[in-house]
Nanobody
Framework: QVQLVESGGGLVQPGGSLKLACAASATRFRVFVRAWFRQAPGKMRELVAE???????TYANFAKGRFTMSRDNAKNTVYLQMNSLVPEDTAVYFCHAIDLRDRSEYWGQGTQVTVSS
């Protein structure tokens, strides 16, 4: 069973930064970590950043210019660098992956990000 483990969340002041990590328990030849989502209290889960074919990444409008998704293929770990955080970024952040063998989908357990003074 593939597991995704997120880390890096926490409490940060407005204007601050956090770097989230999502580590997959299988190699990149089996599992592709494709996206970050977030879910704020009382709201639907929404896409934050998504890897596209060809190696590019697309970002939600709220993330453009502030968030950057990157990956370490050797560790099959994907990161989300978040800068200039605002209270509206408060949410549980989840990573999402696809099993390259059978297209099964996996979600991490989520990591809480709280932006507050």
């Amino acid at each position: 069973q593939v597991q995704l483990v997120e880390s890096g969340g926490g409490l940060v002041q407005p204007g601050g930064s956090l770097k989230l990590a999502c580590a997959a328990s299988a190699t990149r030849f089996r599992v592709f970590v494709r996206a970050w989502f977030r879910q704020a209290p009382g709201k639907m889960r929404e896409l934050v950043a998504e890897a596209r074919n060809g190696g590019s990444t697309t970002y939600a409008n709220f993330a453009k210019g502030r968030f950057t998704m990157s990956r370490d293929n050797a560790k099959n770990t994907v990161y989300l660098q978040m800068n200039s955080l605002v209270p509206e970024d408060t949410a549980v952040y989840f990573c999402h992956a696809i099993d390259l063998r059978d297209r099964s989908e996996y979600w991490g357990q989520g990591t809480q990000v709280t932006v507050s003074s």
